[in-house]
């Protein structure tokens, strides 16, 4: 059983199959064109470049919606002229063709790399130009995804987009990929297709294509060779609890009735729209700043409640709870003045762009507050990256001001520890896992090495997580969870085990979550949630709640 990182949830059982190889780089020629040939080895390029762009123009004509549009977008820049004019002069110069593209697009795919985290995605792009650009130069197969002749589950180091666009459902089953993080671009294409998903799996490049094994998106492993009958099992296990998601119609409670709101996070008006449509009792985080991630200046106080205003309206009387401004780290704000900052993950990001700036947070209370009023709704409003409790207080107290109901997010470590004394000043807590596990672990959220470090299961960060919610017991105050943690279904239920009264998940995850737990009585969760927290890994803790919860 090979271990790797859970993406999306489902068991399938089939024969792997690779995408093609990707050509050599080493193997580029090194020798020189004679002069009198380059012009001919540039129209080769154009040659070569076209016909890719002609390959993927055909194949987004069959495709539809997005995989159409990804594979649109990259026929064109399989001619687009900053990397083509670069490579042409390259060959002017004498480089060969193969070895001219290498060049042109490594050039450009660093300095693209450099440009940061929303750039990146594009030098995938760019590099699986590259590499189809050489196979046709080079006589080879097109390097990518093959369509298998039956159900089979995709394996491969990493996927580019334009590997997974248009990727058939009924014949590619499941994916695994040995890098990658949970919200890799893998795994959200395999979450659009509603397929199972393991990233970062250690020793998956050793099993040969044609091997049968069996992936299990919800623990995160890949068994090479199962038991057939142990395999068959399973995939009808899982298929089962697709069927109860499906119609799973709320309201979130465990089977002997313990309530337990189940609740969506959402970033707009039409996403909350959205969610409105589905059985989520509410919002349980608006991520306000996903709203301005393109504007240059701050929106008046007048346009953010027109935004607002379009969440609290789509849900009502239910619960809206809007987070303020979590800008920085990898979501900077251009309008938040952001210092230039060598570690912004420990920098002046959530709150603390408050610090030197006191009234931007102002206004947005503002604007919440106004579109409290517009709508005639009474959310409750909550800070990002507390780590103290005078940060709480002071944030609490002009929410108050303002007629809004406040609580604060514990993602610091140093929040959890002192829950009680932060409870002092707030009405409610909500645990962002995902900070949490990247503040406790030491390790980056984006980062796909360390992807076993920053899993919400570690048991390190279970007993945070149960620090503050004997803290909110204490205080009688409610402890959400609003963390990816929450949209898994196993680890939802330990939380309910550790006291959260509340799960906010992706609207796309809340049937799965209410369906488990309305399997499973609150003393299981509670067994669970001891179980796990008596563990030393996160694979232990989640095997020892799986075993409570069975
Ligand atoms: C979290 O950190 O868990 C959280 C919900 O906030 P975000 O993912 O937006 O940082
Ligand atoms: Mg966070």
């Known amino acids: 059983m090979l271990h790797g990182v859970p993406a999306v949830g489902g068991v399938q059982y089939a024969p792997v199959v690779r995408p093609g190889?990707?050509?050599?780089?080493?193997?580029?020629?090194?020798?020189?064109?004679?002069?009198?040939?380059?012009p001919a080895e540039v129209e080769r390029l154009k040659a070569a470049s076209a016909a890719v762009a002609d390959r993927l123009r055909a194949r987004a004509a069959h495709a539809t919606g997005v995989a159409s549009e990804v594979l649109a977008t990259t026929a064109q820049l399989a001619q687009d002229r900053a990397w083509l004019r670069d490579a042409e002069k390259r060959i002017v110069a004498g480089a060969p063709a193969s070895r001219a593209v290498a060049g042109a697009v490594g050039k450009i795919a660093d300095a693209l790399a450099k440009a940061g985290d929303l750039m990146a995605e594009r030098v995938t792009d760019l590099r699986d130009i590259r590499d189809r650009v050489i196979a046709e130069l080079s006589g080879l197969p097109e390097p990518g995804v093959p369509v298998p002749d039956r159900p089979s589950i995709l394996c491969a180091e990493d996927l580019a987009p334009v590997d997974t666009a248009g990727l058939d459902a009924s014949l590619v089953v499941g994916l695994a990929t040995s890098l990658g993080g949970p919200t890799s671009h893998t795994a959200i294409i395999a979450r659009q297709l509603g397929i199972p998903c393991v990233v970062a799996v250690d020793g998956l490049d050793d099993v040969p294509a044609g091997t049968m094994i069996m992936v299990d998106g919800s623990v995160g492993t890949v068994t090479v060779t199962p038991d057939e009958d142990v395999a068959a099992r399973a995939v009808e296990g899982s298929r089962r609890d697709a069927e109860a998601a499906r119609q799973w119609a709320g309201p979130g409670a465990t089977a002997d009735g313990h309530p337990v709101a189940i609740l969506a996070n959402v970033q707009d008006g039409a996403a909350a729209r959205a969610a409105a449509?589905?059985?989520?009792?509410?919002?349980?985080?608006?991520?306000?700043?996903?709203?301005?991630?393109?504007?240059?200046?701050?929106?008046?106080?007048?346009?953010?409640?027109?935004?607002?205003?379009?969440?609290?309206?789509?849900?009502?009387?239910?619960?809206?709870?809007?987070?303020?401004?979590?800008a920085g780290s990898d979501k900077p704000l251009k309008f938040a003045g952001h210092p230039d900052e060598a570690n912004p993950a420990l920098g002046v990001r959530g709150i603390r762009i408050a610090f030197g700036n006191p009234a931007m947070v102002t206004r947005q209370l503002q604007g919440i507050a106004d579109a409290a009023r517009n709508t005639g709704t009474s959310p409750w409003v909550m800070a990002p990256m507390i780590a103290t409790a005078a940060e709480a207080k002071a944030f609490a107290d002009e929410a108050r001001s303002m007629g809004l109901t406040p609580g604060v997010m514990i993602e610091v470590p140093a929040a959890a520890l002192l829950a009680d004394r932060i409870l002092e000043h707030v009405d409610f807590l909500s645990i962002g896992t995902n900070d949490l596990t990247q503040y406790t672990m030491a390790a980056d959220r984006m980062s796909a090495e360390l992807a076993t470090l920053t899993d919400p299961w570690q048991p390190a960060v279970l007993a945070l997580v149960a620090m503050a919610t004997r803290a909110g017991a204490a205080a009688s105050k409610p402890v959400g969870v609003c963390g990816e943690a929450a949209a898994d279904p196993v680890l939802a239920c330990v939380l309910v085990g550790l006291g959260v009264s509340s799960l906010s998940a992706a609207a796309a995850a809340i049937s799965a979550v209410g369906a488990k737990l309305g399997q499973v009585t609150l003393a299981q969760c509670q067994a669970a949630a001891e179980a796990a927290l008596n563990t030393a890994t996160a694979a232990e803790a989640r095997a020892a709640a799986l075993a409570e919860l069975a």
């Open 21 to 38: 190889a990707r050509p050599s780089l080493d193997e580029t020629p090194v020798a020189d064109v004679a002069e009198s040939e380059r």
């Open 277 to 326: 449509e589905t059985p989520a009792e509410g919002v349980g985080l608006f991520r306000t700043e996903l709203c301005f991630l393109n504007r240059d200046t701050e929106p008046t106080v007048d346009e953010q409640a027109e935004i607002y205003g379009q969440v609290l309206a789509a849900f009502g009387d239910r619960k809206v709870v809007v987070r303020t401004l979590d």
